[in-house]
């Protein structure tokens, strides 16, 4: 099996969604924001300490090695904006979780579990700026585009199995 990897913004759902493909599709599963956490500790504190260009770096190194083991990947939102990461994404069977700026922004601001520095420092015409501003890099990388809106994750997970099939 080729990875499968899920990208999107913050809030799109990345997490849970590649939680119901891995279990369809019976394969592992690389949570990148976890694997992170576990590699430099909490992601916020990390971008206070040793800024975001540190964060990417790592990010970068995780994606190379994510993509070797034949899984579903939940990538972190902004992992489309480094040029290598493009390069490497750009042969692969990437999807796009696509949902509008307001309901992430609202998925955003009610998620207590997950503190995103490039969120909570921002109003919101700020995150729709930032939404806007990686949208494109979004589509042009993705080979399937699947729409979160009002859709429940195992209806999002079978759509995808049905792309892929
Ligand atoms: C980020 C998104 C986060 C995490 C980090 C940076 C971003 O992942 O990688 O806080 O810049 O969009 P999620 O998309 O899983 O929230």
Same mark, same amino acid.
């Given at each position: 099996m080729e990875s499968i990897i899920l990208i999107g913004f913050m809030g799109a759902g990345k997490t849970t969604i590649s939680r119901e493909v891995a279990n369809l599709l019976n394969c592992q599963r690389v949570d990148m924001d976890d694997v992170l956490v576990e590699r430099i500790g909490s992601i916020s504190q990390y971008f206070e300490k040793h800024g975001e260009a540190s964060f990417r770096q790592h990010e970068t190194e995780l994606l190379k090695e994510a993509i070797t083991q034949k899984s579903v990947i939940a990538t972190g939102g902004g992992v489309i904006m480094q040029e290598e990461n493009q390069q490497v994404l750009a042969d692969k069977k990437v999807i796009y979780l696509k949902a509008d700026p307001e309901i992430l922004i609202d998925?955003?601001?009610? =998620?207590?579990?997950?503190?995103?520095?490039? #969120?909570s420092n921002k109003d919101d015409s700020e995150i729709k700026h930032l939404f806007y501003s990686r949208e494109r890099y979004y589509e042009?990388? #993705?080979?399937?585009?699947? =729409?979160?809106?009002?859709?429940?994750?195992?209806?999002? #997970?079978q759509e995808i199995i049905q792309h892929l099939a």
């Open positions: 998925r955003i601001r009610n =998620d207590e579990e997950n503190i995103r520095p490039n #969120a042009q990388l #993705a080979k399937i585009t699947v =729409d979160t809106t009002h859709r429940c994750p195992k209806e999002i #997970a």
